[in-house]
Each structure stands twice: as structure tokens, then as C-alpha cells.
């Protein structure tokens, strides 16, 4: 079972950055398809960045211009950077990034989440 590893939330203030960072605990074949979501209290878990097999990306209409997400293949490891931060951007933060272990099985695994919060 592949574990992800979420740190680099915590408290920023309105226009700040932070960088969330989200590592395989083991040692994997390799990652096709991975994203970034979020869920405020009371709401719906949302989909904030998506990045596929491909190399398309998306991104929720409300980060655009502002986050972006990326991968370091060497390191198991996807990155969202948050630019030009909204007190809207509070929330729990989770990756999930589905690939083939290292014995060619087929993974889908979710960070533990991490808490950014916005605020002045």
C-alpha cells in the first residue's frame, strides 16, 4: 500500500504563498495521474488541480493564475505552490495521486490532508 505524505500547510496571511508538498512514503514504479483538493468546513471536497498521464493540466476556476501544480518524478513527489493567497483558500488540503508500485500494482492513495489557512 502506498502512503502520501502531505506537509507545508499552516497559516498565512492574504497574499502570502505557501508550498504543499505530497511524497510517496515508498519507493514506486511511477505516477500517471495525480491532483490536489480541498474542503472548507461544511462544503464539499473540491477539485483544485489535476495533472494527468499526458501532462494536461486543469485547474478550478477560482486558483487559476495563482496556483500550480507540479511533479519531481525523482523524488515521488507532487507540489501545488499557492500564490497571491485568499482568506477563500482556508481550508483542509489532500493530494491523491494514482500509479504502479514497484511490482507493477495498481495504486490510488490519498494524502492525510494538511491545514492552510488564510487570514490576516
Known amino acids: 500500500q502506498v502512503q502520501l505524505v502531505e506537509s507545508g500547510g499552516g497559516l498565512v496571511q492574504p497574499g502570502g504563498s505557501l508550498r504543499l508538498s505530497c511524497a510517496a512514503s515508498?519507493?514506486?514504479?511511477?505516477?500517471?495521474?495525480m491532483g490536489w483538493y480541498r474542503q472548507a468546513p461544511g462544503k464539499q471536497r473540491e477539485l483544485v488541480a489535476a495533472?494527468?498521464?499526458?501532462?494536461?493540466?486543469n485547474y478550478a476556476e477560482s486558483v487559476k493564475g495563482r496556483f500550480t501544480i507540479s511533479r519531481d518524478d525523482a523524488k515521488n513527489t507532487i507540489y501545488l505552490q499557492m500564490n497571491s493567497l485568499k482568506p477563500e483558500d482556508t481550508a483542509v488540503y489532500f493530494c491523491?495521486?494514482?500509479?504502479?508500485?514497484?511490482?507493477?500494482?495498481?495504486?490510488?492513495?490519498w494524502g492525510q490532508g494538511t491545514q492552510v489557512t488564510v487570514s490576516s
Open positions: 491523491n495521486a494514482e500509479g504502479y508500485t514497484l511490482v507493477m500494482e495498481l495504486f490510488n492513495s
Open positions: 515508498t519507493r514506486i514504479f511511477s505516477i500517471f495521474a
Open positions: 495533472m494527468t498521464g499526458g501532462g494536461g493540466i
